[in-house]
C-alpha cells in the first residue's frame, strides 16, 4: 500500500514532505554524487535518499519525531497523542535498521543536529 502511494504521489507531482535540512543535504549530495535520489521506496520504506554511487540509502531523522531525547519506557508511559507517534516511529526505525543489517544493504541514518558531521564524512 505504501509503494503504491508513492508512485501515486509521484505520478500526479506531488511534493514529499522535507525539511530545509533535508534540502540543505540533497543539495549537497547531488554536488558531491553523480546519482542522487530522492524519496526512494525499499521495503516498504519511504528513504529519504538513495546514492547509486556507492549503493546507499540515506535517512535525515528529527530528533523530536524520531525519539532521539527519550526512551520507549518514557513514551510508554506516556499518554500523549504525541508520545505514542515517537513511539510507533522509534519501534519503525528499529525494525528498518534491523531489515537493513539482515539484507546487506548501507542504511546512514542522520540527525538533524549532526548535519555537518555527517556531511563532512559522506563527501570523504
Known amino acids: 500500500a505504501h ?5 501515486s504521489m509521484r505520478k500526479k ?11 540543505r543535504l540533497f543539495e549537497i549530495l547531488k554536488t ?6 530522492r ?23 528529527g530528533i523530536y519525531w524520531h ?16 508520545s505514542k507517534t ?3 516511529t522509534k519501534i519503525r526505525d528499529d525494525l528498518r535498521e534491523k531489515w537493513f ?7 546512514v541514518i542522520i540527525w538533524e543536529d549532526e548535519l555537518d558531521i555527517a556531511i563532512e564524512r559522506l563527501c570523504k
Not at 525519539?67 to 504525541?82: A, P
Open 39 to 61: 524519496h526512494v521506496e525499499i521495503n516498504g520504506w519511504d528513504i529519504d535518499f538513495y546514492i547509486e554511487d556507492n549503493d546507499t540509502y540515506i535517512n535525515m531523522n
Open 101 to 107: 543489517k539482515e539484507n546487506k544493504k548501507k542504511l
Open 86 to 88: 515517537i513511539l510507533g
Open 13 to 23: 507531482g506531488v511534493n514529499f514532505q522535507s525539511s530545509k535540512v533535508e534540502d
Open 67 to 82: 525519539g532521539r531525547d527519550v526512551t520507549n519506557e518514557q513514551l510508554t508511559e506516556s499518554s500523549t497523542k504525541q
Open 3 to 7: 509503494k503504491k502511494r508513492i508512485e
Open 32 to 37: 558531491a554524487f553523480k546519482e542522487v535520489h
